[in-house]
């Protein structure tokens, strides 16, 4: 048995005690949260939040990529979501490296340095005005309102980042 198998074996016990609902495509809150993939952040848990209420749009370090802005368009010209929350978090493992070393290394192992950001930072304050600062220079994202935050992964707190 793998990993794998023991998650559809829980996905089994998951289906037979879950009952049939049928969600809204839409988040009933109309809200998009642009975060990190870490398996440390249970933002369903931390904000109160039910299946079905907003858009989770996550990769490493929560930052605005291409994808991630791709993301945001089709969730609010398609899907109605009007906000946007960016949630980074503290201990996050885009502040343990260099992106230059990093790209260096795979420069060397593969010939050819990653064509995308890696995304390194040192500060999580700075990194998540950086990331509001792209989605606000972004054509394709309503800008109307979006908030920063940092995540605490030892204490599940989420403390608001001044963005202006």
């Not at 089994?12 to 949260?33: C, D, I, Q």
């Not at 109160?48 to 291409?66: K, P, Q, W």
């Not at 995540?151 to 963005?163: A, I, N, P, Q, T």
């Amino acid at each position: 048995m793998t990993v794998i198998d023991d998650l559809l074996e829980s996905n089994r016990a998951y289906v037979a005690g879950h009952g049939h609902r049928e969600l809204p495509t839409a988040p009933r809150l109309h809200l998009a949260v642009l975060t990190c993939m870490d398996s440390r952040l249970d933002l369903f848990g931390a904000l109160g939040l039910d299946l079905g209420e907003v858009h989770l749009i996550r990769n490493a370090g929560g930052i605005a990529t291409d994808d991630a802005v791709r993301s945001l368009l089709l969730s609010q010209r398609l899907l109605g979501t009007r906000s946007i929350m960016v949630i980074h978090h503290s201990r996050c493992g885009l502040e343990t490296f260099d992106e230059d070393v990093l790209q260096d290394e795979l420069e060397v192992e593969f010939g050819t340095r990653a064509p995308f950001r890696l995304g390194a930072y040192r500060d999580a304050d700075a990194d998540v005005r950086a990331t509001v600062a792209a989605l606000r220079e972004s054509p394709f994202v309503d800008t109307t309102e979006i908030r920063g935050f940092v995540f605490g992964v030892d204490d599940g707190d989420l403390r608001e980042v001044s963005v202006d």
